[in-house]
């Protein structure tokens, strides 16, 4: 064994061996304490498992993988992203453990990198601010289509359109600041609800499938493979049906970013974060074999505007696919709320280090809440902000939002990358891989960078105006913009994340 191994495994049992202070934990990373630890363990999963929210990511996305793959890809690509998903994971709580702060990724970046660490910790930042916003605006117009087709069955006059539709996100969007504005005790019992109104909505829904259809598809049915992509290539269709998972499984950052309002972050985040992609992947795989096994007529359903909608009704009648659609827009509603949580988050602490404009202004803390409330309004914002293009297109929309999950994939690479370049220096926290953090990194690192690159391939065959894949453009663009600013005045100003002093002095900042 080499004296390198010999010695990182001499720190890893050390650090188990210790339990750390929580704030002292934060002084000896250079920040007083701001904000209020009420997130217990279950608060901290609950967050991360209720963004990656599979009701409303496999409902959204059902219908793509249906003509993306069929069941074949929509069951078992499940399967294997899952497994790639939770090592992206389980890479990111060893990080997590090792660096609990809001800033989590920008943060962690800044601290691995061996050089350049403000323009790793600068980038970092700005792809994971643009993916969360992202993520909370086309959360919350999901939501809002949802709740249109709900109105349309429930009152077939209704008509929806695009107008009705930006209206009704942009009022999803404030009532979820004004419900991330209180403190963070009410943030932790709407998320605590919204993990048993996840699982108790599962249950219903899959039970509701099992049993009242007349009729469900054979074993064998799971292996049927359809192509309808436009693309003669089945082996590129089902590649871009893979993107289904991927789709699902974003926003699990959300447990790194609640670290400082956490108990015992240090073990609490890392397990909030695997926990939360662990248990829905089995959540979602029992779900996705419901509604796969009760397709009924399949070129209708997968013609259908909301196919699992379509199931619902073919299998269960409208009335009781009503119902169930209500449990939907409810998970829709909480992962948006839940998802503003950490993008706030993530605001607070790229403030406090100064990497945004009028930084002394977003990380203020308010006294009588205890929350980030300018940074709420922020994130609230710029949300809107992107939403109000769907006003006149709804390709314009998804132009816009399309970088939401490339740009959360690639800050999850970079401090898993850095660690990995580290090698044995890298410092693990009470939560840790052992010996396998660097191969479980490598495979993290490489699905990430493979996933990338079919999220920004032509999705659809003719490719035209409405059917282009935007998310390169988009991502280029938010590069360009991140890299002029650095060139031309970040880079003088921010050397990555800022200490405020010595742990006794920082620990006198504290807010009582």
């Not at 992509?229 to 269709?237: I, V």
């Not at 397709?295 to 699992?308: Q, R």
């Not at 839940?338 to 406090?352: D, E, G, P, W």
């Not at 100003?493 to 800022?498: D, E, S």
Request: proline share 4%; with cysteine.
């Amino acid at each position: 064994m080499s004296e390198r191994t010999s010695t990182s495994r001499v720190r890893a049992r050390a650090a188990d061996a210790v339990v750390l202070d929580d704030d002292a934990t934060l002084h000896a990373m250079g920040y007083p304490r701001k904000l209020t630890r009420r997130f217990k363990a279950f608060d901290n999963f609950a967050i991360s498992f209720t963004i990656i929210n599979i009701l409303s990511g496999i409902f959204s996305s059902f219908g793509f993988g249906m003509n993306a793959g069929g069941p074949r890809i929509l069951v078992f690509g499940w399967i294997g992203v899952s497994v790639m998903v939770l090592l992206i994971g389980a890479a990111m709580a060893e990080v997590a453990s090792a660096y609990p702060t809001s800033g989590a990724l920008y943060f962690s970046a800044g601290k691995l990198a061996k050089r350049h660490k403000g323009a790793w910790s600068w980038f970092t930042g700005w792809l994971n601010f643009v993916g969360q916003i992202g993520g909370t605006a086309a959360t919350g117009y999901a939501a809002a289509t949802f709740i249109q087709v709900f109105v349309e069955l429930q009152w077939p006059s209704y008509h929806p359109t695009a107008h009705q539709t930006v209206l009704i996100t942009a009022l999803i969007i404030v009532l979820q600041g004004l419900a991330n504005t209180y403190t963070v005790q009410l943030v932790a019992i709407l998320n605590r609800i919204s993990v048993w109104w996840l699982l108790i909505g599962l249950v219903v829904i899959v039970g509701a499938l099992v049993v009242m259809p007349d009729h469900h598809q054979s074993a064998s049915f799971v292996t049927h493979f359809e192509n309808n992509t436009g693309f003669t290539s089945g082996l590129y269709g089902g590649m871009l049906g893979l993107l289904v998972t991927s789709w699902t499984f974003t926003g699990f950052d959300g447990s790194f970013h609640m670290s400082e309002e956490t108990v015992q972050a240090t073990v609490s985040a890392p397990k909030g974060i695997t926990r939360a992609i662990g248990c829905s992947a089995v959540a979602g795989l029992v779900l996705m074999l419901a509604l796969v096994y009760s397709i009924g007529n399949y070129a209708k359903v997968a013609g259908a505007a909301a196919p699992p909608i379509q199931i619902l009704i073919d299998g269960l009648g409208l009335r009781t696919a009503k119902v169930l659609l209500l449990i939907v827009i409810g998970a829709m509603l909480f992962c948006g709320l839940a998802n503003l949580t950490s993008n706030t988050r993530q605001i607070f602490a790229f403030s406090r280090d100064g990497a945004m404009p009028g930084s002394r202004w977003w990380h203020s803390v308010s006294l009588r809440t205890r929350t980030p409330v300018k940074a709420v309004w922020l994130a609230v914002g710029c949300s809107l902000a992107l939403v109000v293009p769907g006003w006149w297109s709804h390709t314009a929309f998804t132009a816009i939002v399309s970088v939401n999950v490339v740009g959360l994939f690639l800050a999850y690479a970079v401090p898993i990358f850095l660690r990995l370049r580290l090698g044995d220096s890298f410092q693990p926290g009470p939560w840790h891989l052992g010996r396998w953090g660097r191969p479980i990194g490598w495979l993290a690192v490489v699905w990430i960078l493979l996933s990338s690159v079919l999220f920004m391939l032509p999705q659809a065959s003719p490719i035209t105006v409405d059917s282009f894949n935007y998310a390169p453009i988009a991502l280029a663009v938010v590069l360009l913009i991140a890299t002029v600013w650095w060139f031309a005045t970040a880079r003088r100003r921010f050397q990555g994340p800022v200490s405020y002093g010595r742990p006794d002095e920082v620990a006198a900042m504290d807010l009582v």
